[in-house]
């Protein structure tokens, strides 16, 4: 290894001193060891910045194996011995895509490679992350010889004596199972792209489900005994009082789980049966999706661009909970995201981490609610302003006033529909003409899930169908699909979800009706003789393309009207 561009590289991060490089140089002269471990041993780096800092000058992403999560399918695959003798630890296994994710302290070493495939299969992607050498020592001392699947460790929980005390004094806490078996639910719950896990205490069971697609699914029901541990276990990463069991309290876990980071929101609530526990799985990498692979058509990726380039005004995204506003949101400030502008935002709390995004949670502790956090953030010099939620008369207040003065702002609004938020913002008590002129467009939108491609099943149109979708659009009669379900699909059918949107773009015309009070009936003629489609038509568009049945558009969409 040079010695100068790691030295370099923590120069220039601010990390070290001229002096203290010169300092371990000097060292390095009595020995031959790296410079970079000469940093670590005389205590002016840590191993983690040392490896954040390596990765960087080789190219390579590290990780911090401290806090992450191990794939039991990966471990299996590879031999302690092979892992010792090349100091490598197996992450992530994913056999669909043939790709196995691993923690090295030398990403260059060939041989170590070379021999992992040769042991697996010699087709094998292997994606290397760098991790400091002691890290993956105490990694696969930690790993290897415990029982990581969920079914293993509950057996191990049944068949030998538990200390339940000794769970938060032990020194090596990982050979407790309880501190496994919530890790592995975790990495269960991320691996099968679940949105919300629940640990629901009954009177005589403990009830864990999953809400994947948008749908809760119980996944196990474990005895009542297991949970006093687990809910300690999961109070104490998430930064909760584990001495508070009466009251409410919220707490965020931070871990790397195929070997990315994610992020869980969790939330405990006293229950007659003992505290409930909700944690939201926030998923970086899920988190912002490219505009262009949201699922638009070309005509409503164009009405999109037009309103993101309008330099001041609202642009407001609304939706029930778990509509995917935040992720829509995201999607056009990464869009815009430049290094030109000052993108500001104000979230409760932020859930995804961006680069160059000034990003600030509001909380009660230090009395920064929406309308106080627009106010000071005026003040900041922004371009653009996400504001999480308009949810009161003072929010709407400071949202428009700093769309007045020539921001542009993003925001989201809870209504049924993209001209239902004109009567909601009415309500809240923001005047017609100061919504008129200021509001860029409204986008209401659901998520609906997409059909197994592999078990879809086709079926012939019936007379209701054909009434719903009129016929006249079409020279030859569409194909619908429903579900089936598959090995693929966990047997539902259904797998992953896409959003589908109405796009209200508002002009010279809908303005002068809003300032006028115009019904909700008017606005919505003008607005469809300008090419508006609403909720339905777009769920329509995709069932007829294949993505979605007309089951589940109708779950979601009330269909009604057009029967």
Not at 25 to 41: A, N, R
Not at 182 to 208: G, Q
Not at 303 to 313: F, V
């Amino acid at each position: 290894m040079n010695t100068h561009p790691i030295g370099q590289i923590l120069i220039a991060r601010g990390v070290i001193s001229e002096d203290q490089l010169r300092i371990a140089l000097l060292e390095q002269m009595k020995c031959t060891q790296p410079v970079g471990k000469l940093l670590v041993s005389l205590g002016f780096v840590s191993e983690a910045t040392l490896r954040d800092a390596l990765g960087e000058s080789l190219g390579h992403k590290s990780i911090d194996l401290a806090r992450a999560t191990v794939d039991p399918q990966a471990l299996r695959l590879v031999p302690r011995d092979l892992a010792k003798r090349h100091r490598l630890l197996p992450l992530d296994y994913a056999p669909a895509e043939r790709r196995l994710t691993i923690a090295i302290a030398d990403p260059n070493d060939i041989v170590a490679l070379d021999q992992l495939r040769a042991l697996i299969s010699p087709d094998l992607q292997v994606d290397t992350l760098l991790a400091g050498e002691s890290e993956i020592a105490r990694g696969i001392d930690q790993h290897y010889g415990h029982e990581l699947s969920i079914d293993g460790i509950l057996n191990e929980i049944e068949t030998g004596e538990i200390d339940f005390l000794s769970l938060s004094v032990t020194s090596d806490e990982y050979s407790q199972p309880v501190v496994r078996l919530v890790d592995a639910l975790l990495t269960d719950a991320v691996k099968r792209d679940a949105s919300d896990i629940h640990f629901e205490p009954e009177a005589s069971f403990l009830r864990i489900r999953y809400r994947i697609d948008g749908i809760l699914r119980q996944i196990r029901a474990l005895h009542k005994s297991y949970w006093a541990a687990m809910a300690v276990r999961l109070k104490v990463i998430s930064g909760m009082n584990i001495a508070e069991t009466r009251a409410p309290q919220d707490g965020r876990i931070s871990m790397n789980i195929s070997g990315r980071a994610v992020d869980f929101r969790c939330s405990a609530q006293p229950t007659i049966h003992g505290e409930n526990l909700a944690l939201r799985i926030l998923d970086r990498q899920k988190g912002i999706v490219p505009l262009d692979k949201i699922g638009l058509d070309e005509a409503q990726q164009e009405q999109l661009r037009r309103m993101m380039a309008r330099p001041e005004g609202i642009i407001l995204v609304t939706g029930p909970t778990g509509s995917g506003k935040t992720t829509t949101l995201y999607s056009m400030l990464n869009q815009i995201n430049d290094e030109s502008i000052n993108i500001m935002t104000l979230e409760d709390p932020v859930e995804y981490p961006m680069a160059m995004i000034r990003q600030t949670s509001v909380s009660e502790s230090t009395k920064l609610d929406f309308a106080n956090g627009i106010r000071s953030m005026m003040r900041q010099d922004p371009d653009v302003i996400l504001v999480g939620e308009i949810r009161d008369a003072d929010t709407a207040e400071m949202a428009f006033r700093a769309a007045m003065t020539g921001h542009q702002v993003f925001s989201t609004l809870h209504t049924n529909s993209a001209l239902g938020a004109i009567p909601r913002l009415l309500d809240i008590g923001v005047l017609p003409d100061i919504m008129a002129d200021n509001i860029i467009g409204i986008i209401a939108q659901r998520l609906v899930r997409k059909l197994c491609p592999h078990c879809r099943k086709p079926y012939p149109v019936g007379k209701e169908e054909l009434r719903m979708i009129g016929t006249e659009r079409f020279h030859q009669m569409p194909i619908f699909y429903r579900p089936v379900g598959c090995e693929l699909c966990d047997y539902q059918g259904y797998k992953g979800r896409l959003a589908i949107m109405e796009i209200l773009r508002l002009d010279g015309d809908i303005d002068e009706l809003i300032v006028r009070r115009a019904t909700s009936r008017e606005i919505r003629n003008v607005a469809n003789a300008k090419g508006f489609r609403a909720l339905a038509e777009d769920g329509l568009r995709r069932v007829i393309e294949g993505a979605t049945s007309l089951e589940e558009v109708a779950r979601v969409v009330d269909l009604t009207e057009r029967m």
